[in-house]
């Protein structure tokens, strides 16, 4: 893993750590809006 940080694979890690945090973002952002949903479905707003 720490050979991506030099040699010709320097582009590796930083690529593989922007995926990885896209993956994880977009599933907390997937979850959240789950959240939200369940939770407007379960306490509507007053109108």
Same mark, same amino acid.
């Given at each position: %893993?720490?050979? *991506? ?11 593989a750590?922007? /995926?990885? #945090?896209? %993956?994880?973002? *977009?599933?907390?952002?997937q ?9 407007? /479905?379960? #306490?509507p707003?007053?109108?």
């Open positions: %893993m720490l050979t *991506g940080w030099l040699g010709e694979g320097g582009a590796y890690f930083p690529e750590a922007a /995926r990885f #945090f896209d %993956m994880a973002a *977009g599933a907390s952002f979850a959240n809006r789950n959240a939200r949903i369940e939770r407007l /479905r379960l #306490f707003p007053p109108f």
